[in-house]
């Protein structure tokens, strides 16, 4: 995905920034290549160290090659005896070709490069390996969905179950309700691959899901005695800071325990991941809505409509459903600010599209303009039970000043209809490129754990499957970067103005707009900035 690039590039500068310790290509390198055993040693920032961020494991190469690695059980529990991997003699996977994936796999971050760059952040590559650290009747898995629905919850879930099953023989499964407080509040379920069979053909979750209610003691706890030794976590941004709890307690108690994160959001507001699943199927189901509402549009003199899209923070399905629909006039998104009044505001681009055209179609994602409804009307300040910021219904608020607008201005008469497809489009399944990306991602996450590794997110990175240490998708969120190409590809197929006129100013605050206006073009957010999320409440 073109957009992720500089926000990429600019979270790598950040974070390696942040290691402090990196030798510049050829060196002092640290290792002339990756570590070849399956313990990955060669800890570089581990407590022992004074490497800045305690929990990086980083392995150096040659030409600035550098591995961000996983955890791995025998970092903390040292002689795990092995075992082969029972693929080696299972019929549809012995005959292939170098299955086992070599241990010194990894997938670079950056793909585009010149003739002398440094080779740059690699993750290592996700598959399965020659040995595990489990057997197969020994492993008690569990699954747990927790944060927003959103497509392909359920394929993940049947495919975690039935590669368990089919691949490494594992019969214990369970299911835990309604996301993280079901580890310490609900009973389990068991999962077998006959009660999962058709659960993908459904939308949203078979384990329910919630907000709120991480206590990582309790989870914790719960895992111990229920004598689970891997924990797969599907969620957002909030989930996988979760897991990343989970898995330093587990650590820290010295547990026999994997702990995987599966990277879920329809914003698709994770960094590193190329996307998330589930984001396809939004988009397309998102078009559906968009023809609507042009249909409504072009059926009436100066008609309008209005679309309101998911996307709390970062304006991704906003952006790719404009871009697919090509009957979209404006998209609005929280990465880019808009003005409604004056010379570049949104009301005079109406008038124009509208005696050009005679109707128009508005994509406004649910976090674009915030900050001018709460000019306007008290700020609820109100968060859900995760933290996040309760936001305001943009959709109607904007719909409402358009029409206001036009009947003080009285010059034109319009018909403006509103549509919100937001919880139609995450509870539907999701559709077939997203369910074979379900299917990889579960697989990939089984791999790793099986073969040892822990606390890290299963994702696709530039097309491959990689595992990716928790820190990592958890350092900051991806978002729209406004001066990428796509975003310029956008703004040209609609032909909306860039807002990045006077109107953007005032003088009261002008130090801070122009640094928060800095940020948006470089894609440089901190978590001050757009990122208002307070994790107090969980
Ligand atoms: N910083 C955090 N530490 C531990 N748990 C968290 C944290 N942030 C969120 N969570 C938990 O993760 C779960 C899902 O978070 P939420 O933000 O609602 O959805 P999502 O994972 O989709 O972003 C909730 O149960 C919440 O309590
Ligand atoms: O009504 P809910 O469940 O709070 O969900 C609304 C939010 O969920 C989302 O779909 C995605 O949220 P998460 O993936 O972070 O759970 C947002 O786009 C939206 O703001
Ligand atoms: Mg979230």
Same mark, same amino acid.
């Given at each position: 995905m073109g957009s992720v690039t500089v926000a990429n590039k600019l979270s790598q500068t950040n974070s390696l920034n942040n290691y402090n310790k990196l030798p510049t290509a050829g060196a002092a390198n640290k290792t002339d290549s990756v570590t070849t055993n399956n313990n990955c040693n060669g800890w570089i920032g581990s407590p022992m160290t004074s490497a800045p961020n305690p929990k990086a494991k980083i392995v150096y190469g040659t030409a600035g090659y550098v591995l961000e690695d996983v955890p791995h059980l025998t970092d903390y529990i040292p002689d795990l005896p092995t075992y082969p991997n029972p693929l080696a003699d299972n019929p549809a996977y012995s005959v292939v070709k170098q299955y086992f994936v070599h241990v010194d796999d990894s997938v670079p971050? /950056?793909?585009?490069?010149? /003739?002398?760059?440094?080779?740059g952040v690699h993750f290592r590559r996700a598959g399965p390996r020659q040995k595990v650290y489990f057997e197969s009747d020994e492993v008690k898995a569990a699954i747990v969905t927790c944060g927003g629905l959103c497509p392909g919850l359920n394929t993940v879930i049947r495919e975690l179950v039935c590669s368990l099953h089919h691949m490494y023989g594992v019969k214990k499964v369970l299911g835990i309700e309604g996301g993280y407080r079901g580890f310490y509040a609900r009973n389990t379920i068991n999962l077998t691959p006959k009660s999962v069979n058709d659960i993908h053909k459904r939308g949203g979750t078979i384990l329910g899901t919630s907000r709120g209610g991480h206590d990582t003691n309790k989870i914790v706890d719960s895992i111990q005695d229920r004598g689970i030794n891997q924990v797969y976590i599907i969620g957002g941004d909030g989930t996988q800071r979760g897991a990343a709890a989970i898995f330093e307690e587990v650590r820290r108690r010295g547990l026999k325990v994997a702990v995987v994160g599966i990277p879920k959001t329809i914003d698709n507001d994770i960094p590193v991941i190329d996307k998330s699943f589930g984001f396809d199927t939004a988009v397309e189901e998102a078009q559906r809505a968009i023809n609507a509402a042009h249909v409504e549009a072009e059926s009436v003199e100066n008609g309008i409509g209005v679309v309101k899209l998911m996307g709390r923070y970062s304006g991704f399905i906003a952006m790719y459903a404009t871009l697919a629909s090509r009957d979209v006039d404006c998209c609005l998104i929280p990465e880019s600010p808009f003005y409604l009044e004056g010379p570049g505001g949104l009301f005079e681009y109406i008038e124009k599209r509208l005696k050009e055209n005679g109707h128009m179609v508005i994509v406004i994602a649910e976090g674009a303009g915030q900050e001018l409804m709460s000019e306007k009307k008290q700020s609820m300040n109100k968060q859900d039970a995760s933290g996040n910021k309760l936001l305001q219904d943009v959709g109607l608020w904007i719909s409402q000043e358009i029409k206001d607008h036009f009947a003080r201005e009285k010059t034109m008469a319009i018909t403006l209809k509103y549509i919100d497809p937001t919880y139609m489009i995450r509870a539907i399944p999701s559709n077939a490129s997203d369910n074979v990306y379900c299917t990889l991602l579960a697989q990939s996450a089984i791999h790793g754990a099986m073969a040892g590794y822990t606390g890290y997110t299963s994702g696709l990175v530039n097309g491959r499957q990689t595992y990716i240490p928790f820190y990592r998708i958890n350092e900051n969120q991806n978002h729209v970067v406004i001066t990428d190409r796509m975003w310029a590809r956008l703004l040209s197929s609609t032909n909306q103005p860039s807002f990045l006129g006077d109107k953007c100013h005032n003088e009261d605050n002008a130090e801070e707009e122009e640094e928060s206006l800095d940020q948006l073009v470089d894609g440089n957010f901190s978590d001050d900035t757009l990122i208002k999320k307070e994790i107090s409440s969980i």
């Open positions: 971050q /950056k793909v585009v490069v010149h /003739k002398d760059s440094e080779r």
